[in-house]
């Protein structure tokens, strides 16, 4: 319990900086939002000059871009890679912290088994990403109230929940990369690096036709339009989240219980 509430304590100024800057980003697209509804034909008109593979990429309907959903929905993919670059970047520093801080020796000669190290870090991880999540949603949903527009709750929240869903994804990714290190010097280009890669790809995948491709980057394992449409989550997208995070998640104890850790 001491481990779990030391890093919570330690990471405190950090959740809050990056609450504060999604939801300062969905503030401003909130902003707009006004003079785009004023004016939804010159704006769906504008976008529909787009080739259909740049509106596939930036997740653009012009169906429903002139409701507060359909253009939040359009908006949202830039929130999911702040909130995608906050989560990889917590996996990554989570468990290298001590070897590259020199406090490992101070660690791991504790009465506590590596099992229980790993467990406590997770859980606080996951207690900052929950935080993050539901200050995130409750902002917003006041932003959204001041609009005075009407939208499914229902649909907002789902929208909003896949935030949490992308980012328990690369959580895992950088628990599971970070245990393969010995030593990171640097946690943030990496994490920079594995989230703008997998970002870059989803937007390549997004103008092509398989929906297998779209298994490669967790990006788009969330359809808005489709979440929009049927109320719901795809199935297969989202076991395959689930499987990701259990599989890393489980190969993180295995490879941290293993490895040999220096403390300089």
């Given at each position: ?258 490895k040999d850790i220096h403390a300089v």
């Amino acid at each position: 319990m001491n481990m779990y509430l030391h890093e919570l304590k330690s990471l405190r100024k950090s959740t809050l900086l990056w609450t504060c800057v999604m939801i300062a980003l969905a503030a401003l697209y909130f902003s707009i939002y006004p003079s785009i509804a004023a004016d939804a034909a010159d704006f769906k008109h504008l976008l529909s000059g787009y080739p259909a593979s740049v509106r596939a990429a930036l997740g653009i309907s012009l169906d429903n871009i002139a409701t507060l959903l359909g253009f939040y929905a359009m908006v949202f993919s830039f929130i999911t890679l702040f909130g995608a670059i906050q989560a990889m970047n917590l996996g990554v520093s989570i468990l290298s912290k001590e070897a590259r801080e020199r406090t490992a020796d101070f660690l791991l000669v504790k009465p506590v088994s590596r099992q229980a190290i790993v467990s406590a870090k997770l859980l606080a991880a996951l207690t900052i990403l929950l935080i993050t999540n539901i200050c995130y949603y409750l902002a917003v949903s006041v932003l959204a109230s001041f609009l005075k527009t009407a939208y499914s709750v229902k649909l907002f929240f789902l929208i909003n929940l896949t935030l949490l869903f992308i980012q328990l994804i690369f959580l895992a990714i950088g628990l599971v990369i970070s245990a393969f290190f010995t030593r990171l010097k640097a946690v943030l280009p990496l994490s920079l690096g594995v989230v703008f890669g997998f970002y870059l790809i989803g937007a390549l995948i997004a103008t092509g036709r398989s929906q297998w491709e779209r298994f490669i980057s967790p990006f788009k394992y969330f359809d808005l339009t489709y979440i929009m449409k049927n109320a719901g989550f795809e199935m297969s997208y989202l076991i395959t989240g689930a499987v990701i995070v259990v599989l890393a998640v489980a190969a993180s104890y295995v490879i941290y219980a293993q490895k040999d850790i220096h403390a300089v």
